[in-house]
């Protein structure tokens, strides 16, 4: 169980959260709602002890497993399936078991053999108390409905993918969930920051119903409605304008319901309160011209002026950014060519003798599954790493924008002004202003860490970053993840009138649709082809 009591939560001067009460228990499962930049992250960072309340206290019983939305990961070097199975500290043990189990093999001396099996049976007594082969089968089969295919597991992280490591995070997290405590139940309360950000279908729809099934606490933060509406049985949302978190013991339908009421409520109340606002200043100021009336003229004007001030405030229309990417600086015909790209991670090759022609004003998808190597490809073309044989070759006037879908193109460390100036050093500081507050950054905001930004802010950073480049080859990677609606309309409409070159990688139906592509890459044989609607199917399963 989670208890946050008199809980307040600022970013910058802004509040967020004041005096809020907010509780987690045993079987319910909350839905984290509200606007970009109302706090939803923060607050999820605070629950799970990540971050200090700038006010208030904090209790926590039982497990936490916490998925933000960039999780960063310790020591690379471990393999996927270690990197799961710590979640219940089964890691070091079945290491150690291997070790002894080679040596038994290997010892000569009859003395040092018998201590190795005498380790060896210790520590199958240790792994077996803990749940052993049951638990490792259970691991896999987690991992395996999550995407990872064995192969995976004996990866080390480093060799993986951005969405292939949050997908392990998520893997361990869901893992350490399902150990069943004291009466068969989950003691662990999981916090998820849009858990379904790099799933397929098949393992969106699977996860629903894990998190369903889970008896624990549960509070989630997604994008993802039918998520929502299949899960949750309570919803918290976070007023922006208010500061303040309303508290909904409903389901997700009924919420809407609700909050479609409370809006309609709230409207018709402010309404009357005007009239009769207006009513009693009208009645006011005729009084006020007499001498004798004047006291009660000032009195019933103060009275008006009450009842307004005890209205809760007005809803404003939620601010979405304007988003339009770069009109392109001129190149020539074919501003960029991939000439036999390959790659691989150790003894494990991604992909091999890859070509590709990106023409002017060209517009390319590239499919494959998870893992097949989608994200390395664009970070190749975007000279982020390199190739390990082959070259991409750039044509007259190549200028290339690449945006990250793990933002690993913004400066954590550094403001959000130092970011836009770094990506654009020659663009006149107003222009650099202007173009920021079109992407809803300004004021002290504008002073604020990259990396205390949420995941949706983060994305309209990066996004920001790229519009003051004038690119004219877009590499973009997942552009629409974490954004809210509107925003992500925002994204699509920026897509559907950019003139210059776009390679895209995506999971959203709807951004290839905007982007109206003329060719498809398919990887990992890096096969190119003239794009068809029989390829549409693939997009969210690959």
């Not at 989670?2 to 839905?31: E, N």
């Amino acid at each position: 169980m989670i208890s946050a009591t008199g809980l307040q939560l600022r970013a910058g001067s802004r509040i967020l959260l004041s005096d809020t009460t907010l509780r987690v228990q045993p079987g319910d499962r909350i839905g984290l709602v509200g606007r970009n930049g109302a706090g939803k992250t923060t607050s999820l960072k605070v629950l799970a002890g990540e971050d200090e309340p700038y006010a208030g206290e904090i209790t926590r019983s039982g497990d936490t497993g916490y998925l933000p939305q960039d999780p960063r990961e310790g020591d690379l070097s471990v393999s996927a399936k270690d990197r799961v199975l710590s979640a219940r500290g089964l890691d070091k043990t079945l290491r150690d078991m291997e070790k002894a189990q080679a040596e038994m093999a290997e010892l000569v001396d009859d003395k040092q053999r018998d201590k190795a099996i005498n380790r060896y049976g210790k520590l199958e007594e240790r792994f077996a108390a803990r749940g052993g082969y049951a638990a490792e089968s259970e691991a896999a089969r987690i991992c395996g409905n999550l995407g990872l295919e064995d192969r995976i597991l004996h990866q080390p992280l480093q060799t993986l993918s951005g969405g292939q490591r949050r997908r392990v995070e998520l893997a361990r997290i869901l893992f350490a969930a399902s150990e069943a405590g004291p009466g068969g139940h989950s003691s662990t309360t999981l916090l998820l920051d849009e858990p379904t950000n790099h799933l397929d279908a098949d393992s969106i729809a699977w996860l629903r119903e894990f998190l369903r099934a889970h008896d624990g606490g549960l509070v989630v933060i997604s994008h993802d409605v039918e998520l929502l509406a299949a899960v949750v049985n309570k919803v918290w949302f976070l007023d922006a304008v208010r500061g303040e978190a309303d508290v909904y013991n409903m389901d997700w339908d009924r919420y809407q319901e609700a909050r479609a009421l409370d809006e309609k409520r709230r409207k018709r109340e402010r309404a009357n309160a005007e009239k009769k606002s207006s009513a009693l200043m009208a009645q006011a100021d005729k009084m006020r011209a007499k001498a004798t009336k004047a006291v009660a003229a000032q009195n019933m004007a103060k009275r008006a002026q009450k009842m307004m001030a005890e209205l809760e405030p007005e809803q404003a229309a939620d601010k979405v950014a304007r988003i339009k990417f770069p009109e392109p600086a001129s190149c020539g015909r074919t501003p960029m060519t991939a000439q036999g790209l390959s790659k691989s991670y150790g003894s494990l090759e991604i992909f091999t003798g890859v070509d590709l022609a990106i023409d002017r004003g060209s517009k390319v998808v590239v499919l494959g599954l998870n893992g097949a190597g989608k994200t390395t490809l664009l970070r190749l073309l975007g000279d982020r790493e390199p190739a390990d044989a082959g070259a991409v070759v750039a044509g007259h006037g190549l200028r290339v924008g690449y945006y990250a879908q793990e933002h690993e193109t913004l400066d954590h460390d550094a403001t959000v002004w130092q970011n836009v100036r770094g990506a654009a050093p020659d663009t006149p500081e107003q222009e650099l202003r202007t173009l920021l507050g079109t992407f809803l950054f300004s004021g002290e905001q504008l002073e604020q860490p990259a990396g205390t930004l949420s995941g949706g802010e983060k994305t309209r950073l990066a996004l920001a970053g790229l519009v003051s480049s004038r690119a004219n080859v877009l590499l973009l990677d997942e552009p629409t993840n974490n954004l809210d609606p509107a925003s992500r309309e925002q994204v699509l409409d920026a897509l559907r009138s950019f003139s210059g070159a776009v390679v895209l990688v995506t999971h959203d139906p709807g951004a290839v649709e905007a982007l109206e592509p003329e060719r498809v890459i398919l990887l990992p044989d890096g096969t190119e082809d003239h794009w068809s609607d029989e390829y549409s199917e693939l997009v969210q399963l690959a």
